[in-house]
Nanobody, 126 residues
């Protein structure tokens, strides 16, 4: 089982990036998928999650209105569209599969995610 996160890079404040999370060895339509991020010296934090069908999404308050999570189950891939990026969005971004296909009260808690990608670095310059 592997989740491959990609699409990170260096962008100026106000810019946009789209991250991808490609799965192999599992069918992502069996799972809710989440994005987390970890900035230097900080704990890994929840960013966004999407239910298996794509019909429900959750976002951290810090990214609401700027980030959008989506999925294409035919491509076994989940995306994170990031707009209006800020320097404080600088972090390594990770995708992970939740233990359930739906989003319950555990969606923001990393210990309920089973498989993790290796992370992709997003750097936002001011």
């Amino acid at each position: 089982v592997q989740l491959q996160a990609s699409g990170g890079g260096l962008v100026q404040a106000g810019g946009s990036l789209t991250l991808s999370c490609a799965a192999s060895g599992l069918s992502i339509d069996d799972f809710a998928i989440g994005w987390f991020r970890q900035a230097p010296g900080k704990e890994r934090e929840f960013v966004a999650a999407i239910v298996w069908s794509g019909t429900a999404r959750r976002y951290a308050d810090s990214v609401k209105g700027r980030f959008s999570i989506s999925r294409d189950n035919t491509k076994n891939t989940v995306y994170l569209q990031m707009n209006s990026l800020k320097p404080e969005d600088t972090a390594v971004y990770y995708c992970a599969s939740h233990r359930h296909p739906y989003l319950d009260e555990t969606y923001y808690s990393r210990e309920f995610y089973t498989y993790w990608g290796q992370g992709t670095l997003v750097t936002v310059s001011s």
